[in-house]
């Protein structure tokens, strides 16, 4: 049973590039939300995605946008990237909207140069 | 304003010995409470997970406390190993109505083992 996956792990950008970033979730889980974590700083909430619509954001701004397929993958996209958007992008699945325990991927770690 | 603050930042003990981390929450309504371990550039894994009834939890070496009418948390290890060399986040859940949680990030401690 696979946990939760990203992809890529790691990635090297230049300042006003677009990237994607790619989550596939715990086997059984319906529920996918997106972290932005700084490096030395607790993660901080991009959005959350169920049944396929954004149910919730964080304070992030329109630059980071989402999307979440019918087999409850989820992409992030991040448009127009700046310096400060270098950082540890996790993803985490769970159940039923969130309430229930989320399980993290590894993360993928982008540098934005 | 929903937060989480943990103390201390960060922590140096010798192998074998006791800590104690602890986490202050100003989220509401309060749903539950996570600890999670976080290993250098990996993502977190769940420690302990306790709702409004439960006053403490244990996994292994890790027992979790919570007090939901002072809003605070701790986390004890006991006969700490190297391998507890990690950052270690408070993580507390609010809901909204019947409808989806949203989590709450302290900005965890991070704890070195020495041997």
């Known amino acids: 049973d696979a946990g939760v996956t990203q992809s890529p792990t790691h990635l090297i950008k230049t300042r006003g590039q677009q990237v994607t970033l790619r989550c596939s979730p715990k086997?059984?889980?319906?529920?996918v939300s997106w972290y932005q974590q700084a490096l030395g700083q607790g993660p901080q909430f991009i959005f959350q995605?169920?049944?396929?619509?954004?149910?919730q954001r964080g304070n992030f701004p329109d630059r980071f946008s989402g999307h979440q397929f019918p087999n409850y993958s989820s992409e992030l996209n991040v448009n127009a990237l700046l310096l400060g958007d270098s950082a540890l992008y996790l993803c985490?699945?769970?159940?039923?909207?969130?309430?229930?325990?989320?399980?993290f991927g590894p993360g993928t770690r982008l540098l934005v140069l | 304003k929903n937060q989480v603050e943990q103390s201390p930042q960060s922590l140096i003990i010798l192998e074998g010995k006791n800590c104690t981390l602890q986490c202050n929450y100003t989220v509401s309504p309060f749903s539950n409470l996570r600890w999670y371990k976080q290993d250098t550039g990996r993502g977190p894994v769940s420690l302990t997970i306790?709702?409004?009834?439960?006053n403490t939890k244990s996994n292994g070496r890790y027992t979790a406390t919570l007090d939901a009418d002072t809003k605070q948390s701790s986390l004890h290890i006991t006969a700490s190993q190297l391998s507890d060399s990690a950052s270690y986040i408070c993580?507390?859940?609010?809901?909204?109505?019947?409808?989806?949680?949203?989590?709450?990030f302290g900005r965890g401690t991070q704890l070195t083992v020495w041997p």
């Open positions: 993580v507390v859940s609010a809901y909204r109505g019947s409808t989806l949680g949203r989590l709450y």
């Open positions: 995605y169920y049944e396929e619509e954004e149910r």
């Open positions: 306790m709702t409004f009834s439960e």
């Open positions: 985490a699945s769970s159940l039923r909207g969130g309430g229930e325990t989320q399980y």
């Open positions: 086997s059984g889980h319906d529920t």
